[in-house]
């Protein structure tokens, strides 16, 4: 695989709600998002399908908050995981 994936901006940050997440894509292979808390238990997992390379931009505000906390997001594409 040709470069990498990258969580490149998460906004608002701290926030009370879910951010809007950038990330950027080295190919077309599908990839995820996962939304973990700090005892490792995934709380949100997202499917992005194959956007292609490059950058892209995600509202996470639809779904039901997870609740005040300390989270961490986890970007998979190829087997290959990206934390911001």
Do not use: K
Not at 25 to 48: F, M
Not at 52 to 81: F, I, K, N
């Amino acid at each position: 695989m040709v470069g990498a994936s990258t969580l490149s901006e998460i906004r608002p940050n701290p926030s009370n709600r879910l951010p809007a997440v950038v990330y950027s894509l080295p190919s077309w292979a599908p990839a995820t998002l996962e939304l973990v808390d700090v005892a490792g238990r995934r709380v949100l997992w997202q499917d992005l399908g194959a956007p292609g390379p490059g950058s892209h931009e995600m509202g996470l505000g639809s779904r039901t908050s997870p609740g005040a906390g300390v989270y961490w997001l986890r970007l998979r594409q190829s087997g290959d995981a990206q934390l911001p």
